[in-house]
């Protein structure tokens, strides 16, 4: 029988393609994450990926034990989850700044699973940008909540009384109403920056983003247009009014539904985090509310 690890360790190798991307998700060594592919597959008696130039591809006996292997992890998942609720002690509220939209922050399982593992716990959801979400967790009008920001940069040093983890990487690509190509054959940022955008206020994390690459450059976005929704945004886009800043799926889905132009080879990395006071780490809510986040990233696609 393997261990929780080992199986955790295919299926995330699996998912990423890449030994290397899958130690940065579970927090180990690439020499570590290669030899329990190694025991696996030794143990098996079957190999389970083959190498290819971008990184490692499952083999059709890869491919056959994959749902097994996520089933097993489910299993032991809800396993924890109902042992825990047994003696289960948790009451209260706890508050929670959203961000984005629902599905991107995987809303639904969260609150799911936190009621399942709690079921006497009540949630009190508040939405608004990165930037709103942090001040009201520093003013502890919110026990915890959703952050956008560069990876590794988190709030931020002016924020030192906030503790964070991050849930996953992901890119913003510039959008641009469709028949802009000609507009956009200069991609550099002092080009982009006089083209018409449609900006959003400081709280927003496409604004700490954007402004993270024009303010070291000495240049300033041509705001034409500002706005507080993504929603709102992609419109304005769409109606060509100007460019914008664009979650990975939204730029690809927009291009191939609307016709929108994603400009070529300009991606800005983020991180989405959850943020909570460091003074507050050791609090019951807070700590509930971590492990079931974390394993709801950590066990969905």
Same mark, same amino acid.
């Given at each position: 029988? &393997?261990?929780?690890?080992?199986?955790?360790?295919?299926?995330?190798?699996?998912? #990423?393609?890449?030994?290397? /991307?899958?130690?940065?998700?579970?927090?180990?060594? %690439?020499?570590?994450?290669?030899?329990?592919?190694?025991?696996?597959?030794?143990?098996?008696?079957?190999?389970?990926? /083959? /190498?290819?130039?971008?990184?490692?591809?499952?083999?059709?006996?890869? &491919?056959?034990?994959?749902?097994?292997?996520?089933?097993?992890?489910?299993?032991?998942?809800?396993?924890?989850?109902?042992?825990?609720?047994?003696?289960?002690?948790? !009451? $209260?509220?706890?508050?929670? $700044?959203?961000?984005?939209?629902?599905?991107?922050?995987?809303?639904?399982?969260?609150?799911?699973?936190?009621?399942?593992?709690?079921? %006497?716990?009540?949630? @009190?959801? %508040? &939405?608004?940008?990165?930037?709103?979400?942090?001040?009201?967790?520093?003013?502890?009008?919110?026990?915890?909540?959703?952050?956008?920001?560069?990876?590794?940069? +988190?709030?931020?040093?002016?924020?030192?009384?906030?503790?964070?983890?991050?849930?996953?990487?992901? !890119?913003?690509?510039?959008?641009?109403?469709? +028949?802009?190509?000609?507009?956009?054959?200069?991609?550099?940022?002092?080009?982009?920056?006089?083209?018409?955008?449609? =900006?959003?206020?400081?709280?927003?994390?496409?604004?700490?983003?954007?402004?993270? =690459?024009?303010?070291?450059?000495?240049?300033?976005?041509?705001?034409?247009?500002?706005?507080? %929704?993504?929603?709102?945004?992609?419109?304005?886009?769409?109606?060509?009014?100007?460019?914008?800043?664009?979650?990975?799926?939204?730029?690809?889905? @927009?291009?191939?539904?609307?016709?929108?132009?994603?400009?070529? +080879?300009?991606?800005?990395?983020?991180?989405?985090?959850?943020?909570?006071?460091?003074?507050?780490?050791?609090?019951?809510?807070?700590? #509930?509310?971590?492990? =079931?986040?974390?394993?709801?990233?950590?066990?969905?696609?």
């Amino acid at each position: 029988m &393997h261990d929780p690890q080992t199986l955790r360790a295919f299926v995330t190798v699996a998912r #990423e393609g890449s030994v290397s /991307r899958a130690a940065e998700r579970l927090h180990l060594t %690439q020499p570590a994450v290669s030899l329990k592919l190694k025991h696996l597959q030794e143990g098996l008696g079957l190999t389970l990926f /083959r /190498r290819r130039p971008q990184g490692l591809a499952l083999t059709a006996d890869g &491919h056959a034990l994959l749902p097994a292997a996520e089933r097993a992890l489910a299993a032991l998942a809800a396993f924890e989850q109902n042992a825990r609720a047994l003696h289960s002690t948790l !009451h $209260g509220r706890l508050r929670i $700044g959203t961000i984005v939209d629902p599905e991107f922050i995987r809303l639904g399982a969260f609150l799911h699973r936190l009621v399942e593992r709690a079921p %006497q716990l009540e949630t @009190e959801l %508040q &939405h608004g940008m990165s930037g709103s979400v942090l001040e009201r967790v520093r003013r502890d009008t919110l026990d915890v909540g959703f952050f956008l920001a560069p990876p590794g940069v +988190g709030p931020g040093p002016e924020a030192h009384e906030i503790d964070y983890c991050e849930l996953t990487h992901f !890119h913003y690509h510039i959008v641009a109403p469709s +028949g802009w190509g000609s507009r956009l054959e200069r991609t550099d940022w002092p080009n982009l920056a006089t083209l018409p955008w449609i =900006v959003t206020p400081p709280d927003s994390a496409h604004h700490r983003l954007l402004h993270g =690459v024009l303010d070291p450059l000495g240049l300033t976005p041509n705001g034409v247009a500002q706005v507080d %929704q993504e929603a709102c945004m992609l419109d304005l886009v769409r109606a060509g009014v100007g460019l914008s800043l664009a979650r990975d799926a939204l730029a690809m889905a @927009e291009r191939q539904e609307r016709g929108l132009v994603v400009v070529d +080879g300009v991606r800005l990395p983020c991180a989405l985090c959850f943020i909570w006071r460091r003074d507050r780490s050791d609090d019951m809510l807070i700590q #509930e509310a971590r492990e =079931v986040l974390e394993g709801v990233w950590g066990s969905l696609p």
